[in-house]
């Protein structure tokens, strides 16, 4: 009952007030009512807007008073705190704690608060002031000297930090002059780190590289080597970490640069053999190896003998070329003589025509047709078009002369068919004009149109077949060298048959006068013609060939004024 009395005696002592012996910022604030506690914090409050906090670094300074932050303290919750002691609600805690009030009293801190906003807008300007970036040290060449920049530490504001000196000092210790809250960055790459390439450098710009040639030498001087040598800086990261690793190289486009130079002066493009005719036999003009600079070992070289102090000279590395076809190859082909050959004639008037057959002997003169080899004279030719050069001339179209691109070059395929013909070669594909034209051999013409007709042989001989084209004004021949096998062809024309004679065909032209016929171009009639081709070897005949060809009539046509047209 006693002790119920105490506890009582003691509750009622600081019933509504702060409970005895508790202090705030060491003034005694206990046995006070919420109003007295208020009164006696906002008077100290008051007294404090003038604190000041200061922040040195190096040579500079910065401050700012509590109340340039909005300082204040939290009167509401600093009275909770205080008047909370001894009242849990938990009774027997309660007991405990105000014994202990009793016994030792209690010090608490004065709840306070600042504004977030000013003091961040503090935090920014003096790391606006502070902070540097990290500098890094350079390596480059000037004046032949290897050069090395100075490296600087950057500097960056412990804002964490920072912000809790700020309220902490403001609140618990009135202010105070502190060092500024500083991290030194280092920079990624330093002297220390360049000291190797440095060294490297020296080496490589010591003296100047002789780079020896065939019949001459090329110097690459110090100068030189200075403005090819490349520093290159590479970022490895690692957990986290990044670290710079400088490499020391040459400058891509200056070596290309030198490699153009030194080409210029050593490579040769390879010579193939040719064939050449003297009075109907072939001899062989040797052919030629091409040398080309080796540019990867090139490469090593240039790298190896920057490298050394002494002895800095190599002899440029090259390549051999073979050409295409070697001497080797050529005498093996068996193009020995001339085997065949045939002229074919027209007339020089006619100088868009004159043009196509000059083009397209040109393009199958130095043909090369290996043994089994299927000649095709449109996919040798290729398409005849205004772009490859050809000009519009008369072709036979559906019966009718029409201007195309490439017309006349069928005096080409007719003269390339004979030489073939005269050869005892075999024939796989042949195509006669629609009608006779007396210019040709009887049954022995080669008609050829892109996509429709073309003429084919075969080479069935062991040896490679070389053509050799020649055009005039007037003329066109085909011959063919190779190994004579012992081949002779005889040829046996029958007289024409089954003639059909041709149609006039009226045309009405406006330039044409009234009661005149213009003759536009003569008919010819049709015919038939049976040409044997006799193949024999060494006495013996191995082949026996009946080639038909029927002539379809060629219309007449008369040119007539369109009033006489009927």
């Known amino acids: 009952i006693f002790l119920c009395l105490i506890i009582a005696f003691e509750y009622s002592l600081s019933f509504g007030k702060v409970h005895r012996f508790v202090k705030v910022e060491n003034l005694n604030l ?63 805690k309660d007991i405990i704690e105000r014994i202990n009030l009793w016994l030792t009293g209690k010090n608490i801190p004065i709840v306070g608060k600042i504004s977030q906003v000013l003091t961040s807008k503090f935090i920014n300007e003096i790391e606006s002031d502070v902070k540097r970036e990290p500098v890094s040290s350079d390596i480059f060449i000037k004046n032949l000297q290897v050069v090395i920049t100075s490296s600087k530490s950057g500097i960056e504001l412990d804002k964490q930090l920072l912000k809790s000196f700020i309220e902490n000092s403001m609140i618990y210790k009135g202010g105070g002059t502190f060092d500024l809250p500083v991290i030194f960055v280092e920079p990624l790459l330093d002297e220390s780190k360049l000291k190797n390439v440095k060294e490297e450098a020296e080496i490589i710009i010591s003296s100047p590289i002789t780079i020896k040639l065939s019949d001459e030498s090329y110097e690459l001087t110090r100068k030189k080597i200075a403005q090819m040598v490349e520093f290159i800086k590479l970022i490895i990261a690692d957990n986290g970490n990044e670290e710079v690793i400088v490499d020391i190289s040459f400058n891509n486009k200056s070596v290309r640069d030198l490699l153009k130079i030194l080409s210029a002066k050593i490579e040769k493009f390879p010579i193939d053999a040719k064939f050449i005719v003297e009075d109907e036999k072939v001899v062989i003009e040797p052919s030629v190896d091409g040398i080309k600079l080796n540019k990867n070992e090139f490469n090593s070289l240039l ?75 449109n996919k040798t030719t290729g398409r005849r078009t205004k772009e490859k050069g050809f000009l519009e001339a008369p072709t036979i179209i559906r019966g009718e002369l029409v201007n195309t691109f490439g017309g006349g070059v069928c005096n080409v395929s007719t003269t390339i068919f004979n030489t073939t013909f005269l050869g ?143």
Not at 486 to 506: A, C, D, L, Q
């Open 30 to 92: 206990s046995i006070l009512s919420k109003d007295e506690f208020r009164e006696i914090l906002q008077n100290k409050e008051k007294k404090s807007l003038d604190r000041e906090i200061r922040f040195l670094f190096e040579d500079k300074s910065w401050k700012r008073k509590a109340k340039d932050l909005d300082f204040g303290f939290d009167i509401e919750e600093t009275y909770k705190n205080a008047y909370g002691l001894g009242r849990s609600g938990n009774l027997f």
């Open 303 to 377: 790298n190896e003998n920057a490298h050394k102090k002494e002895n800095r000279s190599f002899k440029v590395p090259t390549l051999i070329l073979e050409p295409k076809l070697t001497t080797e190859k050529a005498d093996s082909m068996g193009i020995k003589e001339l085997v065949s050959t045939h002229t074919e004639y027209f007339s020089p008037k006619a100088l868009n025509r004159v043009h196509n057959i000059r083009l397209i002997t040109s393009i199958l003169d130095e043909l090369l047709i290996a043994p089994d080899e299927i000649f095709s004279f």
């Open 424 to 566: 005892g070669y075999k024939i796989v594909e042949r195509n006669p004009h629609q009608w006779y034209i007396s210019r040709y051999p009887p049954g022995r013409d080669a008609s050829v149109s892109w996509g429709v007709q073309d003429f084919k042989f075969q080479n069935d001989t062991g040896s490679w077949i070389l053509i050799k084209g020649e055009s005039t004004k007037s003329s066109c021949k085909i011959s063919f060298y190779s190994t004579n096998i012992g081949r002779e062809v005889k040829i046996e024309t029958t007289p024409f048959s089954n003639f059909k004679t041709h149609s006039v065909k009226y045309k009405p032209d406006l330039e044409v006068p009234k009661g005149v016929e213009v003759v536009d171009s003569e008919g010819v009639d049709g015919r038939d013609v049976y040409v044997t081709r006799i193949i024999s070897k060494n006495g013996e005949i191995i082949g026996n060939e009946n080639i038909f060809t029927r002539y379809y009539p060629k219309n007449k046509i008369i040119l007539l004024n369109p009033d006489d047209y009927h």
